[in-house]
T-cell receptor
């Protein structure tokens, strides 16, 4: 069984603050994929990043960075110098390496960035 | 850039009516999915489809639900007799290969009154 836990239900920060969204996962698959999605108020799921289980290299993309720690089964997401436009619900997701490969989502973290 | 499309964007129906949600996956993709998101909740897996058959389905996907790929381009989700609790955003997704990226459509918001 797969499980994704996003312990932070809501986070509120002031613009320009750094913020880290936590994600902890459980899976029995040896090969799996981790994702972060952003869901703005309009409702669509915006893909942010994918990480393969065999690649623990951390990644930075502009103000976004991701810290994948296989030893602690965590895949945390940091936004540096947050902006109002970053306000959204953020979902962490896990997909197993099997053929069916369904994605299991966490409950989401609602991030509010205040001006 | 290729994308998954879904129609309609919003559908309102009365309880007990049948609805069909339509999706056009990316053309060379082989794996297809439906997910559901009740308002304010997380995205939940409904069903996966590969090689013209269901690969896996969740407990949510009961006899009221069915999926079909009628013509090689569309991928549909049918709910036979809608209930109030079927009100949700329904996302279609497709994936090219086993290790490929899963692309989500923009969703169809279903409102059952």
């Amino acid at each position: 069984a797969q499980k994704v836990t996003q312990a932070q239900t809501e986070i509120s920060v002031v613009e320009k603050e750094d913020v880290t969204l936590d994600c902890v996962y459980e899976t029995r698959d040896t090969t799996y994929y981790l994702f972060w999605y952003k869901q703005p108020p309009s409702g669509e799921l915006v893909f942010l990043i994918r990480r393969n289980s065999f690649d623990e290299q951390n990644e930075i993309s502009g103000r976004y960075s991701w810290n994948f720690q296989k030893s602690t089964s965590s895949f945390n997401f940091t936004i540096t110098a947050s902006q109002v436009v970053d306000s959204a619900v953020y979902f962490c997701a896990l997909r197993g390496g099997t053929n069916a490969g369904k994605s299991t989502f966490g409950d989401g973290t609602t991030l509010t960035v205040k001006p | 850039e290729p994308e998954v499309t879904q129609t309609p964007s919003h559908q309102v129906t009365q309880m007990g009516q049948e609805v069909i949600l339509r999706c056009v996956p990316i053309s060379n993709h082989l794996y297809f999915y439906w997910y559901r998101q009740i308002l304010g909740q997380k995205v939940e897996f409904l069903v996966s489809f590969y090689n013209n058959e269901i690969s896996e389905k969740s407990e949510i996907f009961d006899d009221q639900f069915s999926v079909e790929r009628p013509d090689g381009s569309n991928f549909t989700l049918k709910i036979r007799s809608t209930k109030l609790e079927d009100s949700a955003m329904y996302f279609c997704a497709s994936r090219e290969g086993r290790r490929g990226e899963q692309y989500f459509g923009p969703g169809t918001r279903l409102t059952v009154t």
